[in-house]
């Protein structure tokens, strides 16, 4: 069984580790490992910033991954599962219930995605999950996908 909630200042070390795990760090745009006193900043700093939003999941009750959201000039989300949950197919139930979640405080706002085009794993979940590809994109000189999703188009 899924669940989650909103994260909370003890999740500053989970976070930490998941954003410090290799295959995250491939998958990031900026791959360079986090310094954790960099992190714990920018953490505190997400829980207090109302354009943000992270999502911490769990399966049977064991922390699998997160969900954040940030809002500004558009709204990206971004997803992390945890390296012994990959594979399991979280990923596409994890992005349903987090924009499900998302839309019923912000049912105008569009949600965007931005991928590294070799993300094939990342990119089929938000598919999955009823995202629908816009554009190809470099970001941070990556050659990357982009993918939005709106209220009307959840399934």
Known sequence: ????????????????????????????FNSDPVK????????NNQLQN???????????QVACGQVRFNMGNETII??????EFRGRSLGKIMLK??????????PKNEITAYIKEENKASI????????????????SNCESV?????KEEIK
């Open 1 to 28: 069984m899924i669940s989650f909630r909103q994260a909370e200042p003890a999740d500053v070390d989970l976070i930490f580790d998941w954003a410090n795990d290799e295959l995250t760090r491939k998958n990031s």
């Open 97 to 106: 219930e987090a924009c499900d979640f998302f839309f019923t405080k912000f």
């Open 146 to 150: 982009v993918y939005k999703k709106r």
């Open 36 to 43: 954790y006193e960099t992190h714990v900043t920018w953490f």
């Open 78 to 83: 971004g997803i992390t599962i945890a390296r």
């Open 50 to 60: 109302a354009g943000s939003i992270i999502l911490i999941f769990f399966s049977d």
């Open 124 to 139: 089929s979940a938000f598919e999955k999950a009823g995202f629908l590809f816009y554009e190809k994109r470099t970001v």
